[in-house]
């Protein structure tokens, strides 16, 4: 394949993905327009547009779009100083992001002047430096430097031991065709299902019959068995069955029964092996998005003036190109992390004792029938536990006890969260914490699991697992309050039956011990709002509890629920994007039934157990299981001046058994207090008249009020307004950015 046609297939990759992103970038510059500043949804905006750019920027450098790169860097720029509220979202910002997202899509068809990218990206640059930002900078790009990475050092050195087999022959047809195909095959599945639950019904008919048969021949008079009954008038009356009757009506069951069968096998052939010829045709080998990303590699590398080798094998592995589609930009996330961050430079690997020579080696391998591993791992410097430990201290998510006494893998997971990064520099390629989260998000959203393993001084290796086709998959179907769901097979440990006793309490959390660790569970009934039974209170008339341990990644929960129904072939369908942020809920399926079923996340699930990390059972203290709610509610005050926010809280608390009144400002809490008995207080910090820490001081400083716990819900989450609160005599300070409902609910309980 030489460059010129592989550039060819790069650009034309490129443009079908840019189009995408410009259109949600198009889409999300007309939200910021009617979004309130003080809302919630703004952060949730910028955060998606923050991803786009991201995403768009390193496809264009993939392709040799510099000018498209350098305007995305700059509008990247921008978003981050919003994001961290550095600036606010006015006119000419908003003006610029659709300028971008036009000019772009110029440059893709190829109408568009390297000029007018230097303007617009000049523009946002003035836009950034308006009212300051301290994001760290970049150095310039200028001939001199640019001349630099040019000097002559070895090049990389990119095999393939697997290179896909030439295909014999061909006809090109459109994917939005095949797509449809394949939708449409997959809507035989739940029709199959539904024909052979009607079948076993048929049967059981059937068997009925002959059941009945035996029993009339036990109360025969003359040859014929008599029932009182009574006709359609109510009159008493005699119904007669003679055995040549019954004979017929089970001979005719037994042809049908026997008929439908068949069908019924047939049928089940057919869609068998139309799903299996639709998957096929949808298959394509890895090497579609590995061999584009080879450019990439090789131009990351120069430009930072390192000599890296990328060994490639199993590119021949054919997956849904659905899949592959998605894994796109995940991937190249990673092979950029490996090599600005991971491969040390020629000078340090050789002072190291290495090999002057880094080596990245991709592995494709086919796990089962139905899964596909893609590991990537190199031979760097590796991820230092240090900083993560220094960084999670720094944020406040665990205190230095806590963060000395995690484990490595439990370290790793930190990697994934949102705006994560040990990197002390920012630079084209990374060191803003984006990537790593953008590949978690995707490979949850494929039903799959990825895991990091990372020696400092020795490398890091990153494991993706995922299913070959998006199609079906294995599930268990579980029942929870007269209600179904499912939850992937692959994802859960095992299903065991709990002694109520031996469930335990660490940090407010209930917990168990399951293959020597310590892990967090959770009723499932509590987590969707099924019923009104406080947290933590179990049912105290069933000894044994049925629990799920599920796992994704390295982290494990347990999930108790009332039955385990059965485990088959689901086919998987999606919520749509008005659903997609729906918590716990990852997608749907149909049974024979024709009922519709939820499909569980199980990295909802668990991140829900979890208030830190629980390590050995020596951290375990025991705890009696309460009997259950008394009829005493709670009662809250929730002062906000969002009727939006105010309305959602009060729901939410309402739900949990709380009783809840509202008030939009610090004067009017106050008057509320005065007049009414609270049991604890949740506030805004920002809103007219009194702010939360003003209203905070206030309640503190009055005799009668000074016992009543208060709860600052915020979006400001600075250090300085964290400690701006606890000063003021608040008890806990949560920010609305990282809200979470369960951790709502138990700092609540904790002081109530």
Known sequence: MNDDFLMAKLQEAFRAEARERLESLIKLAESLEVTPHDSKELGEILEKAYREAHSLKGAARAVGFEDVENLCQALESVIFALKKGEKKVTSDVVDALFETANLVEKKISGAADSKEFNKLAAHLQNLLEEEGSDEPSEKPITEENEAASEEPIEPVTISSVDAPPVTGDTVRVKTEALDALMRRVEELLPLYLRFSNQFSRLKSLSIVLENLEEELALGMKGGVAWFVGSDNKGEEGTITVTPAKLAEAISIAKEVVSDVDSIRTQFSLLVSELLEGAKELLLQPFSTITTPMKKMIRDVARELGKKVRILIEGD?????????????????????????????????????????????????????????????????????????????????????????????????????????????????????????????????????????????????????????????????????????????????????????????????????????????????????????????????????????????????????????????????????????????????????????????????????????????????????????????????????????????????????????????????????????????????????????????????????????????????????????????????????????????????????
Not at 340 to 357: C, N, S
Not at 648 to 656: G, H, S, W
Request: net charge negative; proline share 4%.
């Open 316 to 752: 021949s592995i054919e997956v849904d190109r659905r899949i592959l589609e998605e894994l796109r930009s995940p991937i190249m996330h990673i092979l950029r992390n490996a090599i600005d961050h991971g491969i040390e430079t020629p000078e340090e690997r050789v002072a190291l004792g290495k090999d002057q020579l880094g080596n990245v080696h991709i592995r494709v391998l086919r796990k089962e029938a139905d899964k596909v591993e893609i590991v990537i791992e190199d031979d760097g410097a590796g991820i230092r536990a240090d900083r993560i430990r220094s960084e999670l201290i720094r944020r406040g998510v665990v205190g230095q006890d806590k963060a000395a006494s995690l484990r490595s893998t439990e370290l790793m997971e930190y990697i994934f969260s949102p705006d994560f990064s040990t990197s002390p520099t920012i630079t084209k390629l990374s060191g803003r914490g984006v990537g790593m989260a953008i590949v978690k998000e995707v490979v949850d959203r494929l039903g799959g699991r990825v895991s990091i393993d990372s020696r400092e001084g020795q490398g890091t290796k990153i494991s993706l697992e995922l299913p070959v086709t998006l199609a079906t998959f294995r599930g268990i179907l579980i029942s929870e309050c007269d209600r179904f769901f499912m939850i992937p097979t692959h994802q859960v440990d095992a299903v065991l039956k709990v002694d109520q006793q031996d469930f335990q309490t660490v940090g407010g959390k209930e917990t168990m011990v399951c293959a020597g660790r310590v892990i967090g569970v959770v009723r499932l009934s509590h987590l969707l709002n099924l019923n009104k039974q406080p947290e933590g209170s179990f049912n105290p008339d069933r000894k044994y509890l049925t629990v799920l341990i599920i796992r994704a990644g390295n982290l494990q929960a347990g999930v108790i629920v009332d039955k385990i129904i059965t485990e088959h072939e689901a086919l998987v369908k999606d919520l749509g994007p008005h659903l997609k942020k729906v918590p716990f809920i990852w997608g749907a399926t149909i049974l024979g039934t024709g009922e519709v079923v939820p499909i569980l996340n199980p990295y909802d699930l668990i991140n829900a157990t979890r208030v830190g990390t629980f390590g050995t059972t020596s951290n375990v203290r025991e705890t009696k299981v309460t009997n259950g709610p008394s009829d005493y509610k709670p009662r809250i005050l929730v002062v906000e001046d969002s009727f939006t926010s105010r309305l959602l809280m009060k729901n939410i608390l309402e739900a949990a058994g709380y009783y809840v009144e509202d008030t939009t400002d610090g004067v009017e809490a106050l008057s509320s207090l005065r007049r009414g008995d609270f049991d604890l207080v949740v506030s805004d910090v920002e809103m007219p008249r009194m702010n939360g820490f003003e209203l905070t001081r206030a309640i503190r400083e009055d005799e009668q009020l000074k016992h009543i716990p208060v709860i600052l819900v915020t979006g400001l989450e600075s250090p300085e307004d964290k400690e701006r609160g606890l000063d003021a005599g608040a008890d806990a300070y949560i920010v609305k950015s990282s809200f979470n409902l369960k951790e709502l609910l138990d700092t609540i309980k904790k002081f109530i």
